[in-house]
Structure formats: structure tokens, C-alpha cells
């Protein structure tokens, strides 16, 4: 006896599989614990080229499976690499990354999505669909939005990847040299005592000015879509 599915089922099927993936790497994340020390000696002992190699390969696979683990090589690439090399790094891992969420989504979730929502939010849909580069830019650049829900939320939507992947390698650097330059102010303190970096931002006014002009960015962005919603 021959089983198949069709279409409709497929796509069921496939969304299924989709939220089984995003919860369990969600619940993986309350009970992983990152030796962060011991990742930053590994990765000390080799010479530079091996050792980031290494560290796009572990962001890639870690972060693939871990909600919330990018924090740990954030840290540990602005202590080892320094904010521009990190920088560099985490950009190739997160290119990387982004294909993989965004057809992830595309081909398990987008299916389903398409055929299951009421014809209001399929408008909306269309109308991300043909959201500009610049704001996908500004989405990608702001430190607001976790690049994990951006990427899998993207591949649920119209979105072109070729104007996504624009945005990712053209935002992800503005974003990430922010982050990764005020990790390595900060210091190995921000391990022991996270809100070191309240400090941090308090000493320097024009770093904090830099940063709102994002917020203000990014409210603008959440302005702009409601408005067409």
C-alpha cells in the first residue's frame, strides 16, 4: 500500500516540523551552559587563521541549534579578535546563518503560512514583500531585533533572499562592530559583572548618543509598517 501525501498536507506537516525545531533549540538554550573560558583557551592556542576558521564553524553550528548562544562568541570574538576582526567573523557566520533560517522557514513554514492566513494579513504579506532595501537595511543594522527571528521571519514572508541577503551583508557589519566594540571597552568584566556596561555607555556620551540614533531607527521602521498594516 502506497502513503502520500498532498500538498496541503505536506505543507501542514512541514510547519509542524518547523515549530518542533523552534522549540526544542528554544528550550535547549535554559539548559545549555557555555564554558566561555574554556572556548576562548581553545581557541587562543591556535594560530589565527585556524582559530577563525573554527570560531565561524562552532557560531554557525552552536547558534543553528542554541536560542540566545550568540552573546557567549560575541564576547569571547571581541576579547580574542578585537572589534574589527570579530566583526569580520561573526558577518561570514551570520550570512551564513541567514540562508540556512531563511529556507529553513521558506520550505517548512512558508507553505502553510500562505494557505492558513486570513486574506487581511495576506494584504500585509504583499506588502512586505515589496518592502525597499533600505528598510530591510536599517531592520538589519538596528541592535533591536534578534538576527534568529529576523531570518526565519523573513523566510515565512514574500521576501525576495537575494534583497534580504543584501541587507544582511550590508546591515549585519554596522550592527555587529557596535556590538563588538563596546564588548572589547567593556572588557573580560562583562562576564563577572554584566552591568559593567552601563558604566561603560555612561563614560562615553557619544557612543550613548550613537546608540539611540538606532532606537529612533528602528521606531521609525515599526512606524512605517504599521502604518501600511
Known amino acids: 500500500m502506497k502513503f502520500s501525501l498532498n500538498r496541503a ?20 538554550a535554559r539548559i545549555w551552559r557555555p564554558d ?3 572556548l576562548e583557551r581553545l581557541l587562543a592556542k591556535l594560530p589565527l587563521y585556524y582559530s577563525g576558521i573554527l570560531y565561524i564553524v562552532l557560531y554557525v553550528v552552536v547558534t543553528f541549534f542554541i536560542f540566545f548562544s550568540k ?4 564576547i569571547i570574538g571581541a576579547l580574542l579578535f578585537k572589534p574589527f576582526l570579530a566583526t569580520v567573523f561573526i558577518c561570514i557566520a551570520e550570512t551564513i ?18 494557505r492558513q492566513v486570513s486574506k487581511k494579513y495576506k494584504t500585509i504579506d504583499r506588502k512586505i514583500g515589496k518592502i525597499s532595501l533600505f528598510w530591510l537595511f536599517i531592520f538589519r543594522a538596528a541592535p533591536l531585533i ?23 551583508i550590508v ?17 573580560a568584566n562583562i562576564i563577572k559583572n554584566p552591568q559593567a556596561i552601563v558604566g561603560y555607555f555612561a563614560s562615553n556620551k557619544i557612543l550613548l548618543s ?20
Open 9 to 28: 498536507q505536506r505543507h501542514k506537516l512541514g510547519f509542524i516540523v518547523f515549530l518542533l525545531f523552534v522549540l526544542l533549540t528554544w528550550y535547549s
Open 36 to 38: 566561555t573560558a574554556g
Open 71 to 74: 552573546d557567549v562568541f560575541w
Open 97 to 114: 546563518n541567514a540562508f540556512i533560517l531563511f529556507y529553513l522557514a521558506r520550505y517548512l513554514g512558508r507553505g502553510y503560512v500562505s
Open 146 to 168: 534578534p538576527y534568529r527571528f529576523m531570518d526565519l521571519a523573513a523566510g515565512l514572508t514574500r521576501i525576495r533572499f537575494r534583497k534580504y541577503l543584501i541587507a544582511v
Open 171 to 187: 546591515g549585519s557589519p554596522i550592527k555587529m562592530f557596535w556590538i563588538e566594540y563596546v564588548l572589547y571597552g567593556v572588557g
Open 210 to 229: 550613537f546608540s539611540l540614533v538606532y532606537v529612533l531607527l528602528v521606531i521609525l521602521v515599526i512606524m512605517k509598517l504599521k502604518k501600511k498594516g
